[in-house]
């Protein structure tokens, strides 16, 4: 990979433009140029706000807001993101895994990303080789678990992150900050879990926090940055960091480094703004005038040229594999997440159980008092299941197959909650056992609980979870009170409700047959009075329709409503403005387009 002159900016937050601020965009990144080649370990360094972090989103393609300028090669072809997406991994900071599959399951991915011509030997074949490779052999049947809580430990955690990207067969890997958060015998780990993937001859790099002497020393080379987005530093190691240190003690006025003292320490130390102002001059004005400058724009220059006899890459798909393979691949993973957290499901059985038993309780026996001067009517059960989305890993399937697994997966769990719920309430209130009108209950109860969960589904929690309960709750009371039970069905039905609709097939399909007299009046004459039709048939539609409607939005919203922070925030908040860092409060860029 090749970039030259990169330039990311954003729109200036309105906080600093009153502050009196002209610009129209706040730069983060400043002609930023250089090259990562395969075999070679690149490590992305500098302080806080320097925009490492920024800089490697830009060139693996996950900056989608903001502007962009510069040129980005591949093997001296112009970068094109959805080709780029199938050659390449990232790994995440935070490591997000299933937690209910097994080390092995957790590389199903192999089944999404290589391509459709590989059979299931080869597949397999290839993930052993990436355990062996990270050292997860002995680990493979063990279940990857709650960080923290149990499972795999968090260093072992890093090692199925880098696993999971390996089995895409990338040509080349980012991995942001692979040993935060681990102790020095971990972060050795990891760190030669990362060399072995580099010396397989793929090109690798990692952004780095303030390494030890002996994770620094695994790196070949270094790309340090400045605060402000500017480059100081691109060039070689050497064996014990020789040939940085040699650079940094060229400059006048530079104190040396002590023996045994952490090159990459006394490296950030040296290059603070602070002493900038101290020795009066620009680590990155230095860096430009410097004969390594000139090899690296020598070197960009010769890379940004395709070999002869080669060709630019191209695939015919977005995605490796077909649309019902995802679709199968994202269903198996939530299959197995559900079956294997048997807690979350007896959670819903045993409160579906206690609503059934209250109603029962409170509606004892009255579906059999025919004929006696009472009125009669039940509601049923409401459930809401809040799913949050999780991280999804970028080119391994689309929002749909996605979308559709997390639906297909519901539906034999609630047909079993609607069934053990309107077993022990029917039977509590004594309806009349007919197979028919049985059935009609299970059937209008089974629907009820399938778009109450397909609603809860939905991304409203994305945003702010405390947004979420109370959009949430105040759609559950606007429902309830149009629902024909508290407000009479002739003036409610101006009110697009689904549980109208479920109360209007509960009562019609129970009681539609009925003739006895009850307060003077016939029953089925005084439900049709109140707006309950004897055909109770065209209750059916709307309650299908409903279930359809919200599992329908919810798929569209994960494709288009995902709101992830995107990582600029963190550059902004210490990007330095003529010398004056300004503090910001948080805001976030919405990601969109596919997943």
């Known amino acids: 990979m090749e970039f030259e002159n990169i330039r990311y900016s954003v729109d200036m ?51 989608t807001g903001g502007y962009i300028e510069g040129s ?46 590989v059979d299931s030997n080869t597949r397999k074949m290839f993930c052993e080789e990436v355990m062996e490779l990270v050292e997860l052999t002995q680990l493979r049947g063990a279940l990857v678990g709650l960080p923290g809580v149990n499972g795999l430990s968090t260093e072992q955690r890093k090692r199925l992150t880098i696993a999971v990207e390996l089995v895409a067969n990338p040509s080349i890997i980012f991995m942001d900050e692979p040993t935060s958060g681990l102790d020095a015998r971990a972060a050795a780990i990891v760190m030669r879990t990362v060399r072995n993937t580099v010396d397989t001859g793929r090109t ?45 003690e060229g400059i006048r006025g530079v104190s040396k480094i002590k023996d045994g003292y952490n090159p990459a320490t006394w490296m950030l130390e040296v290059t603070t703004l602070g002493q900038e102002d101290a020795l009066g001059v620009s680590f990155s004005e230095l860096y430009k005038s410097s004969e390594l400058y000139q090899r690296n724009k020598t070197l960009i220059k010769e890379l940004s040229v395709p070999a002869p006899g080669s060709s630019d890459l191209d695939f015919p798909t977005q995605y490796s594999r077909s649309f019902f393979t995802q679709c199968m691949a994202c269903l198996w993973k939530q299959h197995m997440s559900y079956w294997r957290n048997p807690s979350y499901t007896a959670t819903r059985l045993f409160f579906t159980t206690v609503i059934a038993v209250l109603f029962g309780t409170i509606f004892w026996d009255l579906g059999s008092r025919r004929g006696t001067k009472c009125s009669d009517s039940s509601a049923g059960g409401q459930h809401r299941k809040n799913s949050l989305l999780p991280g999804r890993a970028a080119g391994m399937y689309s929002a749909f197959p996605y979308a559709f697994a997390d639906v297909a997966v519901e539906l034999p769990y609630i047909l079993f909650q609607a069934v053990v719920y309107g077993v ?29 969960t397909f609603y809860g589904m939905w991304p409203w929690d994305d945003p702010n979870y405390n947004i979420s309960a109370i959009v949430s709750a105040a759609f559950y009371g606007i429902w309830n009170l149009f629902s024909g039970f508290l ?109």
């Open 13 to 63: 937050p309105a906080e600093m433009k009153a502050e009196g601020i002209v610009e129209d965009r706040l730069e983060l990144l400043k002609c930023v140029s250089g090259s990562f080649r395969p075999g070679v370990l690149t490590a992305l360094m500098g302080v806080s706000g320097a925009g490492k972090t920024t800089l490697m989103d830009v060139l693996s393609g996950r900056k």
């Open 424 to 452: 022990i309430a029917y039977a509590m209130i004594w309806f009349e056992w007919t197979a028919a009108k049985f059935c009609w209950y299970i059937f209008f109860m089974y629907f009820t609980f399938l778009y109450f």
């Open 72 to 117: 980005i090669t591949i093997s001296g072809y112009p970068k094109k993101q959805e080709t780029f997406a199938r050659i390449s991994g990232y790994c995440e900071q935070n490591d997000i895994h299933s937690p209910h599959v097994a080390v092995y399951e957790a590389l199903y991915s192999a089944w999404l990303r290589l391509p459709a011509e």
């Open 487 to 595: 407000i009479p069905r002739p003036v409610s039905t101006s009110f697009p409700c689904p549980v109208a609709w479920t109360l209007y097939g509960l009562i019609a399909s129970q009681f539609w047959d009925m003739s006895e007299i009850i307060e003077g009046e016939p029953v089925d004459v005084s439900l049709k009075n109140y707006g309950f039709e004897h055909n109770f048939l065209w209750g059916v539609a709307p309650v299908v329709a409903f279930s359809v409607l919200f599992a329908s939005i919810f798929a569209f919203s994960i494709k288009i409503l995902i709101f992830q922070k995107d990582r600029v925030q963190s550059d902004i908040l210490t990007a330095p403005y003529d010398g004056i860092p300004h503090v910001l409060p948080l805001f976030g860029v919405k990601y969109s387009g596919s997943c």
């Open 204 to 248: 690798v790099v990692c952004t780095i926090h303030q390494p030890s002497i002996d994770i620094f020393e695994a790196f070949d080379e270094l790309f340090l940055m400045k605060r402000g987005g500017e480059e100081i530093y691109v060039g070689p190691l050497g064996r014990q960091s020789c040939e940085l240190i040699k650079y940094f």
